[in-house]
């Protein structure tokens, strides 16, 4: 990486909010030099939180659901308002190129190019784990730079989306009408995650299917969702092609986070999220330095095929390991 | 504890089927003495495996869906099949007394007290880890001890049924029909765990709610299931009391397990829940660890307070531990 201003530096840019700076911050928090941590642990600590809590939206969908023009849509919408929109993507999947900076400027281009606002690939390639830790930490930097409205994008992979889920305050599943009137591409376990659901390319030709499906989807909810929910996820129809049911959503958001603040939920999600992280990032670094100083993966690999049992193998993992410090 | 043999005359005893050396190596897995941790290791270490995987079953439902009548009735049947029957429970809320383990002992009374069988409570209260742990490795006892049907029980407390819905091959979940044709009971993120789906008490002027609530049920798990599942889970309806629909549910099983065999799915999970199991070990025993050196607890509160960031935090603790050892 290049020569970089101080952290105290570069945390004033990011508060005044100046694009560069908050680039750079973004980068210091993703990279994985390990030098580079103490500089971006004394960034964060420089970046105050925003008086009023940033809306955290995560957005989810199997792939051809039109998440980016969704967003694309979605996200101007917003900036007519007033608001000053992020998008940070959680892609453990993605190799950073030349390639998918540009593919990911592209394909939100009117957002990408507005001065209100900010449009963040994914960090490179890396465990979820690492990449979420990332996308977390890249999401102070953002809302310590004036954004108000944080919009978290996942392409759906692996866990990713329970990951996503677990750093905002809503999340919003896209989805699609099938070739019948049924949903497409819902992974097992997304659902209960969902706060609300939207059908996708309801327009045109598709509009009934889309409407059906919305239906299903709504009665089918209704079986699971435990009696005296605090909230029941609305299930909408919308079009980012000609705008129909985007403001519908903005409202359902609104909606969300009013119900859910004001029975104390909003701040306990956010609390029992900053507990979590802090426990996963416990776990992470400890299993990093773990790895350090022995065979992990050798270990791993002989629990996997049976030869030793998983609670015997971790005492001795860390019996070697603690030997010298107890 | 009172005296007990050593850890090679234990295995031997629980090789050899004694029910009271089976108890007592229960025991010594569940006991949180820290000096019994080598010799419980040491006796998990002379267990063989059974030579034919036993079939781990996992049973969850809401509170008065009749657990345990259903469980009575159903490991009844497999006991006179010639199969060997152990049936062990995941409560993290239960604090063992006497009064608990009698009315375990009650409550399935001729399973409890036939030698074929073996019932065991659920151990003494403590994290739900903890609990999962200690269950996990009273499975590798009692199918040392050639009990080759373990049914885990849990009673549906807070994550308890992910918890053992990770440590078994199946995974049934039991339902009562609502006032209404509805289904009753289902906690949020349940259903994604479930390979078999049963609307129990389907006896009497009941059964034609229940067979509606398993039809709208089935109708609505088609929506969420997605497209090319290895498996459908069956939903079906039964009656512990009469025995109705139970043979179709052992059937059912057998058909899961073929199924995942023969897809290689079976040896997968299991290989997949080895690695989860050890690195679930991995973390307690680390968190213990750092909880004796630091004030852990007094950090959480302040991350959750919002005072402290997480990501920051964790490094801090760990450079105040890792700092001698480093």
Chains 1, 2 share one sequence.
Do not use: Y
């Not at 105290?8 to 100046?18: F, K």
């Amino acid at each position: 990486m290049t020569r970089r201003p101080s952290p105290e530096a570069l945390a004033e840019g990011v508060r005044t909010g100046r694009r560069a700076a908050i680039g750079q911050a973004i980068s210091l928090v993703e990279s994985r030099r390990p030098s580079h941590r103490a500089l971006a642990d004394a960034l964060l600590e420089a970046l105050p939180p925003p008086e009023e809590p940033a809306f955290r939206l995560g957005i989810s969908g199997p792939p051809g659901v039109g998440k980016s023009t969704f967003i694309e849509a979605f996200g101007w919408a917003r900036l007519e308002e007033g608001h000053r929109v992020a998008v940070l993507a959680v892609d453990p999947s993605s190799v950073r190129t030349g390639g998918s900076i540009l593919a990911d400027k592209t394909r939100m281009a009117r957002l990408s190019m507005d001065e209100r606002a900010f449009v963040r690939p994914s960090p490179s390639g890396g465990s979820l784990g690492g990449v979420s830790r990332r996308t977390r930490e890249a999401m102070q930097v953002v809302e310590a730079a004036g954004f108000d409205v944080v919009i978290i994008e996942t392409v759906g992979v692996g866990q990713s989306e329970t990951a996503v889920a677990q750093m905002v305050d809503s999340f919003l599943l896209l989805m699609l009408a099938g070739a019948g009137d049924d949903v497409q591409g819902i992974k097992r376990g997304i659902l209960e995650w969902a706060d609300l659901l939207a059908i996708t390319k309801s327009d045109g030709d598709n509009q009934t299917r889309a409407g059906n499906a919305a239906n299903d989807l709504r009665s089918a909810l209704s079986i699971f969702l435990p009696e005296n929910a605090p909230w029941t996820p609305p299930v909408r129809t919308c079009s980012a092609m000609n705008g129909d049911g985007l403001g519908q959503l903005w409202e359902d958001l609104g909606q969300h986070r009013d119900t859910m603040t004001k029975l104390g939920l909003f701040e306990d999600r956010r609390r029992q999220q900053r507990v979590q992280w802090f426990r996963e990032e416990l776990e992470a670094q400890m299993r990093e330095d773990l790895r350090r100083r022995t065979d992990l993966e050798s270990v791993e690999q002989q629990v996997e095929a049976g030869v030793l049992a998983p609670g015997v193998a971790a005492r001795r993992v860390l019996e070697l390991d603690v030997g010298t410090t107890s």
